[in-house]
């Protein structure tokens, strides 16, 4: 079943047209519903009624408000696909807001920038799912659905974005046509993915003999939809042994101006070579997969 619901907003000036689809439509419908949270919350922020204040206060005219809001430490966006990430948090609300009718839904979000005015705002592709725990509260676990390649301009990520977002949270009741929103919740990192390959040669190569390891680091452009050299970053050359399940670092050295990465070792026994980047906020931490070189 499909339920279109428009409510108007705390102001009255805007209207949000909210679509509550199953989940095997969400690919198709998801992103016009996160387009209209979008513009619901950019009109809060802009209402002038309250100011949107660190997780002090919710602004609407629902009685109901948030808590306990958990996401992610870090979430790893990268050129193409889907990426999504659990959310849960306590809603408190009054006994006149039936949080069972297919007419009253909640969802959380994430927003960069201030709270006042954001740059940008990503949400879910579908409401949250809330279990009652006692009279006038209730669980709730969402998700975050980001879209890194999606057409639609209010839901782009820029590459500027990456780094800290914070937490909120939404409820609306259709039938009443009152909302509530709920900002300044626990920060998360949204990151460009990275990736980070490496060669060892020669293989094989004699005791003593100089190994010579290449390699680069990357990162995902949001904008062109692809990976480029990360470059000036600080990367570690590793070795382990053979038959070691531990890595030790031999030297760090910084990629180039294209991301690139070339050093020297000297061999001494069978083993394992492989890169570390310890990941920047906008950034996360990846591990190049050992290339092995057998030393004769």
Known sequence: ?????????????????????????????????RID??????????SGK??????????????????????????????????????????????DVDIASDNFVTIPMIYHGSEDTPDSVQG????????????????CKGSIDIYPKTSDADLKLRNSYAGTWHGAAI????????????????????QRNSTLTVNAAPE???????????????????????????????VQLQFRKKDSSTYTTLKTLKTDSTGNLKTTTKATVDGYYRFSFAGTSTTPAVNAAGDFVDVQ
């Open 204 to 234: 094989p190569v004699k005791k003593g003999a100089t190994v010579t390891v290449t390699g680069k680091l990357a990162r995902a452009n949001w904008e062109d939809h692809l990976y480029h050299g990360y470059t000036g970053q600080s």
């Open 1 to 33: 079943m499909r339920i279109r619901a428009t409510v108007a907003a705390v102001s009255g000036a805007l209207a949000l047209s909210a679509f509550v689809v199953p989940a095997a439509q969400a690919a198709d419908s998801g992103a016009s519903h």
């Open 124 to 139: 879910s592709d579908l409401p949250a799912v809330c279990k009652v725990v006692s009279a006038g509260t209730a669980s």
């Open 50 to 95: 309250t100011a949107l204040a660190a997780a002090s206060a919710p602004v609407g005219d629902l009685d109901a408000s948030f808590s306990n809001f958990k996401i992610a430490k870090a979430i790893k966006v990268g050129t193409t696909n889907k990426v999504s990430t659990t959310v849960t948090y306590t809603m408190t609300y009054g006994a």
């Open 171 to 190: 409820a609306v009741d259709f039938d009443s046509e009152h909302s509530s929103l709920q900002t300044g919740f626990a920060a998360t990192l949204v």
């Open 37 to 46: 949270y979008v513009k619901y919350f950019a009109q809060h922020a802009s």
